[in-house]
């Protein structure tokens, strides 16, 4: 089951064996800012009362949930909230303000990286700690001015862990589809950028259990093994 009369959730994460829905649509009014909770260990148990809007007024709308640490980071399109779990059945969660000054733009951009979270804001690529958010992609600033900010939504990402590389799939301001990619080496503080390439999804695949081997799916069908020629 599902909270009353909800008609449909974009957004859904397990944190401390809670089952949570955000950025939600109730009896056909959307919520963007809304988020549900199960009952503990029970995804078919809902209290209709059992609900958080997180600062409606701030941040447009839920864009992604991460974990990081103990807490759930709640990321909105110009804010970033973190949930805590206080233990107590009457009031579990808490939600405190981090960050009302970007947030993440793209839900397919947002990838955990060693000790925080990397996405891509309005303005840019974003690096977030768990307190502080700091923009990494100064180098990029005259290129990424140039592309779609209507665009940024469908971003898309991966992260290639044995090599600490984050790569982004992005629209330049000629196209509706993705056409470029720029990939970040968090180990040399390095930026590099693809061309001629399409990706329309992204995703890491285990060889032998051990080797990632990131991959591009483009518009065709067609499949690309990202770094190798």
């Known amino acids: 089951t599902v909270p009353s009369g909800l008609n449909g959730a974009k957004f859904i994460k397990k944190f401390q064996n809670y089952c949570f ?3 939600v649509k109730v ?3 959307k919520y963007p800012s809304r988020f549900y909770w199960s009952a503990i260990k029970d995804i078919g148990t809902w209290d209709d009362a059992d609900f958080i809007e997180v600062s409606p007024d701030d941040g447009e709308e839920i864009t992604g949930f991460k974990t990081l640490g103990a807490n759930l980071i709640v990321y909105k399109t110009q804010s970033i909230y973190s949930v805590s779990f206080t233990g107590d059945a009457n009031v579990p969660f808490i939600v405190q303000k981090c960050d009302s000054h970007v ?3 793209a839900p397919y951009s947002l990838q955990e990286v060693m000790n925080g979270h990397i996405f891509l804001a309005y303005d840019g690529i974003y690096y977030f700690d768990g307190n502080n958010s700091y923009k990494m992609s100064d180098k990029l600033n005259s ?4 592309y779609q900010k209507s665009r940024f939504p469908y971003a898309i990402s991966m992260y290639q862990k044995n090599k600490n590389r984050y790569w ?3 629209s330049s301001a000629s196209l509706t589809i993705n056409d470029k990619v720029i990939t970040y080496d968090s180990t040399s503080n ?3 950028i693809y061309h001629n390439v399409y990706p329309s999804a ?3 695949f285990l060889v032998g259990g051990v080797d990632e081997r990131p991959y591009f799916f483009d518009y065709n069908g067609y499949c690309y093994w990202a770094d190798n020629s």
């Open 190 to 192: 390095a930026f590099g």
């Open 202 to 204: 992204m995703g890491i």
């Open 143 to 146: 290129l990424l001015n140039n």
């Open 103 to 105: 947030g993440c733009v």
């Open 168 to 170: 982004l799939g992005i």
């Open 27 to 29: 009896n056909y009014v």
């Open 21 to 23: 829905l955000a950025n």
